[in-house]
């Protein structure tokens, strides 16, 4: 069974905490992605990774960081978390670049930056 | 990056309707999706679909690539039906707005 999970589901931060989101993925997936979630904006991609090391920014960068030292692992940081960062934060992974597969998602971190 | 957009944003339906929602996008693409958000949160794949058509049970799905839409179609819904669904395109996965399905019984 397929599974992507994520390192917390509800997260409680204060302004200028360096906060660091945990994805892990199991299916030897080569891409994975990071978005936020906000009422009525859908789903914005943040980064997206197509191998290890390597990152491409999404919508909205702006804030935030990634890292991927690993295949199965990618991780979203805020440097100095802000209030406009709560939000929900979803991680996804893919098969390939040039063999584009049905992406699956982790459950999703409800972060909160008081 | 590429657009795109659902229609309609919200939906209402009594049990038992049949639907058809709609994804427009802005180019062509040969990566699309359509996914259902839960209650909960959690985001289920229910088509992998570049192009042509696809069925599941009460679900359907037509992807015209050359027209840049894709269709999803609900049948004989259930209130378990009820929540957001979503489309994305393209290589780095871009999401529509999505659309709001309440399903009453």
């Known amino acids: 069974d397929v599974k992507v999970t994520q390192s917390s589901r509800y997260l409680v931060k204060r302004t200028g905490e360096k906060v660091f989101l945990e994805c892990v993925q199991d299916m030897d997936h080569e891409n994975m992605f990071w978005y936020r979630q906000d009422p009525g904006l859908g789903l914005r991609l943040i980064y997206f990774s197509y191998d290890v090391k390597m990152k491409e920014k999404g919508d909205i960068p702006e804030g935030y960081s990634v890292s991927r030292e690993k295949k199965e692992r990618f991780s979203l940081i805020l440097e100095s978390a802000s209030t406009n960062q709560t939000s929900m934060y979803l991680c996804?992974?893919?098969?390939?670049?040039?063999?584009?597969?049905?992406?699956?998602f982790g459950p999703g971190t409800r972060l909160t930056v008081l | 990056g590429i657009q795109v957009e659902q229609s309609p944003p919200d939906l209402i339906l009594q049990e038992g309707a049949n639907s058809t929602l709609r994804c427009n996008f802005s180019?062509?693409?040969?990566?699309l999706q359509w996914f259902h958000q839960n209650p909960w949160g959690q985001l289920i794949n229910l088509f992998y679909i570049p192009s042509g058509t696809k069925q599941n049970g009460r679900l359907s799905a037509t992807t015209v690539a050359t027209e840049r839409y894709s269709l999803l179609y609900i049948s004989s819904s259930q209130t378990t039906d009820s929540g957001v669904y979503f489309c994305?395109?393209?290589?780095?996965?871009?999401f529509g707005a999505g659309t709001r399905l309440t399903v009453k019984p």
């Open positions: 996804a992974s893919t098969g390939g670049p040039f063999s584009y597969n049905e992406q699956f």
């Open positions: 180019d062509s693409v040969n990566n």
């Open positions: 994305a395109v393209g290589v780095d996965m871009r």
